[in-house]
């Protein structure tokens, strides 16, 4: 017998024949004997469409009533399922976040979980090995007693979380494809399904752009040591998959240099022109963006010709674009640049791999290879186990394929 939780994502419920399919699997894990919780997405388009009502009612909208709207989606789905379950006999009670409770932050649509009381979900199964099913992407502010959400994908952090605080022994993310591959399979048909993949890999690709996990759910597993499965709801409930592990460094025997390539176009690049060339000019422009908690991702200044005047280049988050613009227009004068430039048709691509680690020249290749096929970088960043391009967001498609057969990255 073991403790399961068992994560089902937006296609996975997308109607009710999906969510009955669901149900097959959660019945087979609890014929096994396990003790199971269950964690449900919106369906898929849902929460889309919920933010886009708060947009059209109110284009800057009170974060606390998004959340009340946003969290509805997940609330249907957990009341769905645990009448889907009892439909094939097993005994199972829906759970809101609040209800649980799962803690978070104040943070208004984008909360983080500071704490997880399985007490009441421990307690149904010692009564009759009740199935929880919880509502992911959601918690409650324990001071204002508010509703909050973890930010978009935030289903798999509840599951990692809920798994962590049960002392699960497992935590299956059930998803639209089996596994973590070596990129985006919707983007390059020759991507390979990983059997392992490490969580500091892991981490890296999601926070670089592959959604097939949210972040901070990575970060939970990484930290608490929640063995973690990706994959496919789609399967035969009667006869699945494993998917893919996320686990130690240590436990992968083969370690390929790059292991995976991981694009975002949720980039934006701002080119500050012929700013003065002397101390404290940073600091003018990147404490205003960091108080105003607009994250900065790639730099870049140019060695100046006339040592008077620089440029400077750096990316934020596309939906902090025009943020960032209004706030640096507003401070023209302090920082005294000769024009702002601004672009949204980019994207970031980056190569992850722990055995960048142990050569060099990884990166150089991937220079020569874009420039062969006629892609201009226009920024770069490196570090010990990924470096990120950023090119014309047209030529997405042609550098992410690129790369991923120049590290032999392609399915044979
Ligand atoms: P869910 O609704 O189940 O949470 P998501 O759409 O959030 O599903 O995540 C699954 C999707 O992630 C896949 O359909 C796939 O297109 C995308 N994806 C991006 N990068 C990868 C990758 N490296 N491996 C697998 N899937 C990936
Ligand atoms: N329903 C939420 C979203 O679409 C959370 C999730 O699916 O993980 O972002
Ligand atoms: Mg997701």
Redesign the pocket.
Same mark, same amino acid.
């Given at each position: 017998m073991a403790r399961l939780v068992m994560k089902f %994502? %937006? /296609?996975?419920v997308a109607n009710i024949d999906r969510i009955r399919n669901s149900a097959r699997h959660v019945k087979r894990e609890f014929d096994a004997g396990n003790e199971i919780a269950v964690v449900v997405?919106a369906m898929?388009g849902k929460t889309n469409e919920l933010v886009g009502w708060c947009k059209e009612i109110a284009p800057f909208y009170d974060h606390a009533e998004y959340d009340v709207v946003v969290a509805s989606g997940e609330q249907v789905t957990s009341g769905l399922m645990a009448l889907a379950l009892q439909e094939l006999g097993m005994p199972a009670r829906s759970w809101q976040g609040w209800q649980i409770p799962i803690y978070g932050s104040e943070a208004h649509g984008s909360s983080r979980i500071e704490g997880v009381d399985g007490a009441g979900i421990l307690a149904g199964y010692d009564r009759n090995r009740e199935i929880a099913v919880c509502s992911g992407f959601q918690g409650l502010h324990a001071q204002s007693h508010r509703i909050v959400t973890l930010g978009r %994908?935030g289903?798999?952090t509840s599951a990692v979380a809920l798994a962590a605080g049960l002392k699960a022994d497992r935590c299956d993310i059930y /998803?639209?494809?089996d596994g973590?591959?070596t990129?985006?399979?919707?983007v390059v048909p020759k991507a390979r399904r990983m059997d392992k993949v490490s969580f500091e890999e892991m981490l890296e690709?999601a926070s670089l752009g592959?959604?097939?996990l949210q972040v901070r759910s990575v970060e939970i597993a990484m930290v608490h040591r929640v063995p973690t499965y990706v994959r496919s709801s789609f399967d035969d409930p009667d006869n699945p998959n494993p998917g893919t592990l996320i686990c130690d460094e240590d436990d992968i025997v083969e370690q390929q240099i790059v292991t %995976?390539i991981a694009f975002s176009r949720d980039e934006a690049q701002i080119t500050l022109r012929r700013v003065a060339d002397k101390p404290g000019v940073a600091a003018a422009i990147f404490g205003p963006l960091a108080d105003a908690n607009i994250n900065v991702d790639m730099i870049i200044q140019v060695v100046s010709d006339d040592q008077a005047t620089t440029d400077i280049t750096f990316t934020v988050p596309t939906a902090d674009y025009e943020r960032a613009k209004t706030l640096l227009e507003s401070r023209h004068d302090t920082i005294a640049y000769q024009a702002l430039q601004g672009a949204t048709d980019v994207v970031k691509i980056s190569a992850i791999g722990v055995g960048m680690r142990s050569h060099a020249g990884v990166a150089a290749r991937a220079f020569r290879a874009l420039s062969e096929k006629g892609i201009n970088i226009r920024a770069i960043t490196t570090s010990e186990i990924k470096f990120s391009v950023l090119i014309d967001a047209a030529y997405t498609e042609l550098a992410v394929r690129t790369l991923h057969s120049l590290y032999g990255l392609d399915a044979a």
């Open positions: %994502g %937006g /296609t996975s997405s898929s %994908g289903s798999d /998803t639209d494809v973590v591959y990129t985006d399979p919707r690709m592959s959604k097939v %995976g």
